[in-house]
Each structure stands twice: as C-alpha cells, then as structure tokens.
C-alpha cells in the first residue's frame, strides 16, 4: 500500500510539474524577442545597420508573432518626392517577397514561433509612414 502511495504521489508531482512548464513558457513574443537578440541575429542587424546607417535608423522588435523592422530616414523627403519613393518602395519589396518569406520560415524553425510574419515599415524623418507590408511563413 505504502509503494502505491509513493507512486501515486510521484504521477502527481510529474504531471503537476508538466503543467507548471507549460504555463511558465515562453509567449511567441518572447521567443521571437529571444532570437532577435540572439548573436548570431544581432551580428544580421548590425551587418544591416552598417550598411544602410548612414541613410536609415533602424529597429527590430518583436510584437506578438511578428518581426518587425522599422527603417526611418534620416533625411527630410522633398514633399514632391513622395509618391515616387512610396512606388519605388512598393516596386522594390514586392519583388523581395520570398526573401522576407523565407525569414519569416526561419522564424518559425528556429525561434519556435508557430505564426510568424515579417513587417516592415518605412517612415520618413518625421514618423510618416510611407511603406508598410507584412510578409507570413508560407510553411
């Protein structure tokens, strides 16, 4: 009796320890927040940052399931101007689809996110929005 007892008890505790895992997970936001941060993405963002710094400021946070990069000139846009770089925009990331698809697949496998997308967003100096797309996994 006193055997079946102390196994009982030891179910018990494993099955309560497996719901306690579960429940103190990490959310998706934060896994992809994690993989953001990791080296190997940061050494991507900075690689990125290098490239474009001199033109752009650029972010990358997580929110929920999404990766988004937030790029901002960091010079005035010429009123006139405008529709034309919002078409070369439209122009340039559409053609770039697969590419931000396959990022957001990556996503998916190695930070562990079930939904993951890609967004981007372009802004001008002031914070208008001039582009903005959201690219999903497509597996």
């Known amino acids: 009796m ?17 719901f306690c895992f579960v ?11 994690n993989y953001i941060s990791s080296d190997a993405c940061q050494k991507e963002i900075d690689t990125m940052k290098s490239s474009f710094g001199s033109m752009l400021d650029i972010d990358v946070k997580a929110e929920g399931e999404k990766a988004v ?17 919002k078409s070369t925009l439209e122009n340039a990331f559409d053609s770039m689809s697969s ?16 939904n993951p997308s890609v967004v981007i967003e372009i802004n001008t100096k002031d914070g208008t929005n001039l582009f903005s797309k959201t690219y999903n996994a497509t597996k």
Not at 2 to 18: D, P, R, Y
């Open 2 to 18: 006193k055997k079946i007892a102390l196994t009982l008890v030891a179910v018990v505790l494993a099955v309560t320890s497996i």
């Open 23 to 33: 429940g103190c997970g990490e959310s998706s936001e934060q896994k992809l927040s």
């Open 69 to 85: 990069f937030t790029f901002a000139y960091k010079t005035d846009i010429p009123e006139e101007s405008l529709d034309t770089v």
């Open 99 to 114: 590419t931000f698809e396959t990022f957001a697949n990556e996503l998916k496998d190695k930070a562990g996110v079930d």
